[in-house]
C-alpha cells in the first residue's frame, strides 16, 4: 500500500513568489492535514480538510491556503513568500477525521527554500 | 490538549532497550498517549499510542502510570538506524481533528 505522497521534494522561490504543493494520501483514507517544520519553532499545524472542507487551522497568516480535491489529494499554496516561510512542508492523512483511536500517517515533506 | 515534558536527549547503547520518558500530569481521562519519531528531515513516523492500558506493538511498548500521569515508550533493542527524535504527544479521543501538538521531543542517540 503506498504511502503519503508529497510532491515536489525540494523547491526553491524567491521572495515575492507564490508556491503550491501537492499530496495525495493514502488510498481511502479521505482526511489530510498539513504541517509546517522550521528550526525555531518546529513542527507547527496549519490545516485538516475532509470531505473538501477545512475542518481545522492553526495561527498562520491568510497567505497560507490550502484545498482538497474529491479523489482526497490536496495541496496548500502559499503566497507572497517571505524568508521566513522556508521549512520543511508536511502533509499527513488519516482514514476518518482524525480521532483518539486513529493515526496520522506523514509524507516525507516538500523542502521549501525561499532565498 | 494536556502538555507533555520529556527530556531533551538520551543516548542509548545499541543492542540495549530504550526506555524513553514523557510526563504529562495534567492529562484527562479520554486523552491518548501517542509516540512519533523523525529520523533526520524525514516525516515523522508513527510508533504507538494508547489511553490507559500498556499496549506494545512490533515496534516497542508504550507502558502508562495507573494514574496516567507518565508513560514511558520502550525500545526493546535499540539500533543504530532507532537514532531519531521521539516525540511523546497528549490528544484529546474526540473533536476529529488532526491537529496534533508537538514539542521539542527527546533526541535519541544510539551508540555502538
Known amino acids: 500500500k503506498a504511502g503519503v505522497t508529497q510532491t515536489p521534494r525540494y523547491l526553491i522561490k524567491t521572495r515575492g513568489q507564490q508556491v503550491t504543493l501537492s499530496c495525495s494520501p493514502i488510498s481511502g483514507h479521505r482526511s489530510v492535514s498539513w504541517y509546517q517544520q522550521t528550526p525555531g519553532q518546529g513542527l507547527q499545524f496549519l490545516f485538516e480538510y475532509f470531505s473538501e472542507t477545512q475542518r481545522n487551522k492553526g495561527n498562520f497568516p491568510g497567505r497560507f491556503s490550502g484545498r482538497q480535491f474529491s479523489n482526497s489529494r490536496s495541496e496548500m499554496n502559499v503566497s507572497t513568500l517571505e524568508l521566513g516561510d522556508s521549512a520543511l512542508y508536511l502533509c499527513?492523512?488519516?482514514?476518518?477525521?482524525?480521532?483518539?483511536?486513529?493515526?496520522?500517517?506523514f509524507g516525507a515533506g516538500s523542502r521549501l527554500t525561499v532565498l | 490538549d494536556a502538555k507533555t515534558t520529556q527530556p531533551t536527549s538520551m543516548d542509548c547503547a545499541e543492542g540495549r532497550a530504550a526506555n524513553l520518558p514523557c510526563n504529562h500530569s495534567t492529562i484527562s481521562g479520554n486523552e491518548y498517549v501517542y509516540w512519533y519519531r523523525q529520523i533526520h528531515s524525514q516525516g515523522p513516523q508513527y510508533i504507538i499510542h494508547g489511553l490507559k492500558n500498556n499496549e506494545t506493538n512490533e515496534m516497542a511498548s508504550l507502558i502508562i502510570t495507573e494514574d496516567r500521569k507518565s508513560s514511558t515508550l520502550i525500545l526493546p533493542h535499540a539500533t543504530l538506524r532507532d537514532t531519531a527524535v521521539y516525540y511523546c504527544i497528549v490528544r484529546h479521543g474526540s473533536g476529529n481533528t488532526g491537529k496534533l501538538i508537538f514539542g521539542q521531543g527527546t533526541t535519541l542517540q544510539v551508540k555502538p
Open positions: 499527513a492523512s488519516s482514514l476518518e477525521l482524525f480521532s483518539g483511536a486513529n493515526v496520522l500517517t
